[in-house]
């Protein structure tokens, strides 16, 4: 009996997804036929086998990832074109790469799309119901507290802890190449990167509390490797876990929360003399849930530590992985990395950077801009039609999963031109409306309404950092070093990234 209920459910929930194939297919959109319960999974992991074999390390700038990293999306926009459907058995997804469509998502202000709901349960520990992960009145009345906290104002008055972070990494590397002789050292750059981001996003959401912060983010950094160790998460093909890494997961939950809840505990004696209050992430987001209607007394706990939780995980290794992109790129071109010393050196006083100069950094932004439109870490911008939605001239049907692929419109040679797989950072220099045929082409940190709440705080970290890098150190790609960019959650370099520096 219970075997008939679970296979009456499953073909109920099977037919549903062939409905929505169905009122695509009548708007012209068409799309591999789907295999009856697995819809097109055999088909992706068959493409994927044959990539793996083809795959090539050989050519790195010009290589583009997507067609070894996720090749059956790549295979059917051959076949079908900008927009398809495909199905993984009981998901109808839509794929979106038509610029006019992206345009068109960019300027829907709706609630109807939000984050896919099967794509975020499985982060659920790591994220909570915060600003990521919620959808709806929830979402929006979230990113509307967080957001004043990432307006460039605010961002700027963080440069100087920003500086502060970055020095620990200096002085290692300098240490390293001394220790080596005092000529040059080959470091592995991820791991520094990732403790100066990581280091940042302490200070900037704990402030007073920052040692307690650093301790929070090394739980929360075991608890996302133990939920994302398998990429099949996002496409909801491998959700199966042991009961004891369940376990695991659960206790480090649970030590997250009252790790976060003794800070804020600690935060409201300290602000019983409200003018002795610190004003960081972490005040703010308790401001804004306590003084809420919205968020209610019951829950406001809750709201905290995920919105804690959730900027820990949005910002840290984003900007990390960016760095290690960047450094990867600057090391196969010499010539930026001395256009960068001679800018820091016009820009900077004393070579570091300040509210003031930060924006006058061009070259750098260049730089920057240039890595993440090869290079961009998060691969996809994807929703769930909540409700039946209309994009430009498509009725996407309630429960459709919608996905445009990053890289892939980063390197469409109908938006970027015939050297859009060349490293060109020269091509942002009178910004992304001119690099690109279209600016809604150029999507690293994503479209529309949830676009990105930490750009600012993100592109000021790299300029930052990267200016004090290049100021100091010059270097070159390690013969070690091994191209091969691969897809945990975030798109980056699987060997991680290895150079050779010298002092300047
Ligand atoms: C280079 C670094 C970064 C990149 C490439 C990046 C990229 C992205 C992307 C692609 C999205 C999804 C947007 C969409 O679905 O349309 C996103 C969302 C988000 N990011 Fe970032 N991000 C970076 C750094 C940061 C930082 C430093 C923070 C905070 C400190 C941050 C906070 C967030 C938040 C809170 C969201 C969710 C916004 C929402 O759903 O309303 N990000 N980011």
Redesign the pocket.
Known sequence: GVVCYVFHQYCKSWLKSRRLRRKLCMQGIRGPPPSFLYGNVAEMQQIQLQAKKTRSHSEIVGHDYTSTLFPYLDHWRKEYGQIYTYSTGLRQHLYVNDLELVKEMNQLNTLHLG?ASYMTKALRPMLGN???R?NGHL?AH??KI?APE?FMDKVKGMVGLMVESTEPLLKKWETIIEAEGGLRAEINVDGDLRSV?ADV?AR??FGSSYAKGKEIFAKLRTLQTTIINKPGIVFGLNNSRFLSTKKKISTLEREVELLIWETVEGRQQECVDKSSCQKD?MQLILEGAVNDAYVGKASSQQFIVDNCK???F???E??A??ASWCLMLLALHPGWQSRIQAEVAQVCKNGLPDADSISRLKTVTMVIQET?RLY???A????EALKETRIGNILVPKGVFIWTL?PTLHRDPDLWGPDANEFKPERFINGVSKACKSPQGY?????????????N???V??KVLLSLIVSRFSFSLSPSYRHSPAFRMLVEPEHGVCIHIQRI
């Not at 999507?443 to 750009?455: A, D, E, Q, V």
């Open positions: 984050k915060g600003v990521i919620a979402w979230q990113r967080i990432f981001s996003i900037a959401c992430l959730n900027i820990y949005a910002g840290h984003t900007t992985i960016t993440m961009p870490p998060a996809f911008v994807s929703r990053i999507i690293p940190f994503g479209l529309g309404t949830r676009l990105c709440l930490g750009k705080f993100a592109m970290q790299l």
